[in-house]
C-alpha cells in the first residue's frame, strides 16, 4: 500500500513550499515534476534539452517527456510506500497516465490548494529559489538569513525565468484552462481535499495533517 498525495493548485500557490515542508516532517519523498525539469534543462539533459524551450514560455512540456521523468523517479526505493506529487497531473491526459500508475490499496488524497489571483501573484513576483538546490524563498514571508544566498547550500538566490509577468499570464491561463478542469475527476472519484492556502505555511500545513492523517 502506498500513500500518494497530491499537491494540486495554480502557479505560486505554494505547492513547493507544502511538498518541502511534508517532506522534512513526515519523511515522505517529494516528487516535484517542475524540479526535475529544471534539474534536467540545468544539466542539459536529453529530456531538458527538449522541455526547454515550453518551460520558458509557461507551456506545458509533452505529456510522453513529463511521464518518464515521474515514472523514473516513483521506481525508486525511498517512494516504495509513497510519495508527493507537485505538479503532476495537469491535464486530462497525464490523470489518465497516472490513474494507471496507481496500484491496489494505493491511497490518495488530491490537495486543492486555494488562493486567489491578488495573492498568487504577490508569491511569485516575491519568490526567489536556490539555482544551486532549488530551495524556495519569499523576499517578505521566508527571506533567506543573507540576502540573495541560500541558507542550505549558500547557493546564488535568483528568479524563476518563468516568474515574469507576461510567462505568468500564461501559466495561470494554462492553469484554468488545462489543469483545473481535472478536479471533476478527483471529486467523482472521491479523493478531493480543499486547502486554504492564503495564510501562513503553518496554517496550510495544520489544514493538511488533519486530512492525511
Ligand atoms: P512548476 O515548477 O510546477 O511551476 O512547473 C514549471 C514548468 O514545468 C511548467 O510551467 C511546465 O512548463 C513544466 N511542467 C511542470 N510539470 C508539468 C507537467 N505535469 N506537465 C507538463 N509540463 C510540466
Not at 77 to 85: I, M, N, P, R, Y
Not at 128 to 136: F, M, N, P, S, V
Not at 162 to 176: A, G, S
Amino acid at each position: 500500500m502506498r500513500k500518494i498525495i497530491i499537491l494540486f493548485g495554480p502557479p505560486g500557490i505554494g505547492k513547493g513550499t507544502v511538498g518541502t515542508s511534508l517532506n522534512k516532517d513526515i519523511k515522505m519523498p517529494l516528487v516535484s515534476v517542475g524540479n526535475l525539469l529544471r534539474e534536467g534543462v540545468k544539466n542539459q539533459s536529453v529530456i531538458g534539452k527538449k522541455a526547454e524551450n515550453y518551460m520558458t514560455k509557461g507551456e506545458l512540456v509533452p505529456d510522453d517527456l513529463v511521464l518518464e521523468l515521474l515514472k523514473e523517479r516513483i521506481m525508486q526505493q525511498d517512494a516504495s510506500t509513497g510519495f508527493v506529487l507537485d505538479g503532476f497531473p495537469r491535464n486530462h491526459q497525464q490523470v489518465v497516465m497516472l490513474e494507471k500508475i496507481f496500484k491496489d490499496g494505493d491511497i490518495c488524497f488530491v490537495l486543492n490548494l486555494e488562493g486567489s489571483d491578488k495573492i498568487i501573484i504577490e508569491r511569485l513576483s516575491n519568490r526567489r529559489i536556490c539555482e544551486k538546490c532549488g530551495a524556495i524563498y519569499h523576499l517578505i514571508n521566508i527571506p533567506p538569513k543573507k540576502s540573495g544566498i541560500c541558507d542550505i547550500c549558500e547557493g546564488k538566490l535568483i528568479q524563476r525565468v518563468d516568474d515574469t509577468p507576461q510567462v505568468i499570464k500564461k501559466r495561470l491561463d494554462v492553469f484554468k484552462n488545462d489543469t483545473k478542469p481535472i478536479l471533476d475527476f478527483y471529486k467523482k472519484k472521491g479523493c478531493l481535499y480543499s486547502v486554504f492556502a492564503e495564510g501562513k505555511l503553518s496554517e496550510t500545513l495544520e489544514q493538511i495533517y488533519k486530512i492525511i492523517n
